[in-house]
């Protein structure tokens, strides 16, 4: 049976609802942009505007994964614990063994390459168990997700003892976060997070397995009723969300020279705003990956201009929620407006 897109044409209009709110949120995020340049001293610059994306990939990242799953009306809220793991996990495999009575000195002697392989099947390990417990036995996605999110950073506290591993760690550790573009402030996770933006997209708009999943989210039941495996689409996305999990757990650890337990706190929270930001639809079938990368701009434009402006951490947290909801009520209205 020939799937098509969930999202409909609205009659008169040459553009799609997708289309309509990833522009109306890119209106948003001109305005916005305008008056942090207005009141942030120096924000218009080149090298500022260029920070608003290299400041942020590991979100970007972790958003492409976290959209597709929203789009089937499900959510991983495990990204961050998965992130710490993986983190912690790569300092582990491939620290000296029996070098110290440090125990957080010890290792299991890996060289670096196999502890990358070895985390990077841990983290999916982790999308794996999400996705038997939400598409094979039915549980609530929020429920699970944020377990496994707890049960992913408790180990890793468990194997840095709450503290990070940063010692006893071979020179080809560091190299993958520090690797970049001589002369700019583009490195290797920023060219990685361009790369899986523009596949996403392609994916997104040119394959049968992205329309399923708008189907999917769009109408569970009349996506299995079409003969949609609908457990082996989620569980592919799953297993994928921790892939990127855990590419982000590593290249933060390479970056800081560390694996530590309380990295990437929070995360899964920013992951899922700038998909609601970007105008993916909570409920499913609806939503895409440029919107998302919108969504995230706009996050990047409210934090940078909280930190110019010198603004406590707390009063950060309140501006970032006060214009989130903002945006996200200013979206709905748009689009409910449009259809009359």
Known sequence: MEIKQAQKLPRGSRLSDESFITLFMVGVLTILFGLACAVVPNFYLPQNMLNLITNNWFIIILGISVTFVLITGNFDMS?????????????????????????????????????????????MGVGA?????????KVPSIIVTLSTMMLARGIAQVITRGAQRNTSLPDAFGVLGSLGIPGTSIRLPVLLM????????????????A???????????????????????????????????????????????????????????????????????????????????????????????ATGLLL?????????????????????????????
């Open 312 to 340: 406590s951490p707390d009063w950060q947290f309140t501006l970032k929620g006060i214009v989130t909801f903002i945006a996200i009520l200013a979206q709905r209205y748009a689009l409910d407006r449009r259809k009359g």
């Open 129 to 137: 168990v999400n996705a038997f417990f939400i598409a094979k036995l």
């Open 79 to 123: 990204v961050g614990g998965n992130i710490a793991l993986a983190g912690v996990l790569s300092a582990y495999f491939c620290q000296d063994a029996n070098v110290s009575q440090n125990v957080l000195a010890n290792g299991l002697g890996l060289p670096y390459v196999a502890a990358v392989g070895l985390t990077l099947l841990c983290s």
């Open 211 to 305: 329309r399923r999943i708008y189907l999917i989210g769009a109408n569970p039941e009349a996506a299995r009723l079409s003969g949609i495996n609908v457990t082996k689409y989620l569980s592919g996305l799953y297993i994928f969300s921790g892939l990127l999990a855990g590419m982000t757990g590593i290249l933060l650890a390479s970056e800081f020279k560390a694996g530590a337990s309380s990295r990437a706190t929070g995360y899964e929270f920013d992951a899922l705003v700038v998909t609601l930001l970007g105008g993916v639809s909570i409920y499913g079938g609806f939503g895409s990956v440029l919107g998302m990368f919108v969504g995230a701009l706009i996050l990047s434009v409210v934090t940078s201009s």
């Open 194 to 209: 361009l790369t899986l933006l523009i596949l996403a997209f392609i994916f997104e708009k040119k394959t049968v397995f």
